[in-house]
């Protein structure tokens, strides 16, 4: 699970340390403080993970549940 939620977040923090816009959007404020949270060091409630890493049934890639809604469209393609 650890592994999975590293992979993950490597888009948040490409964005903290000035990632492009493109990438900005397509996190939600509830989904960037969570992984914040988890980046840190610091522990979310169980429920906090429900839903927070999806997988892509085209490439198989995991994401946030937000940024796969946005790479459906480009792998898709």
Not at 13 to 18: C, D, P, R, T, W
Not at 47 to 75: D, M, P, T, W
């Amino acid at each position: 699970m650890e592994q999975r939620i590293m992979r993950a977040i490597e888009p948040v923090l490409h964005v903290q340390n000035g990632g492009s816009s493109d990438e900005r959007g397509v996190v939600s404020n509830q989904e960037q403080h969570i992984l914040q949270c988890l980046s840190m060091g610091q522990g979310i409630m169980p429920y906090e993970e429900v839903g927070l890493i999806e997988k892509c049934s085209n490439c198989n890639r995991l994401f946030i549940g937000s940024g796969l809604r946005a790479h459906i469209r480009a792998c898709c393609e």
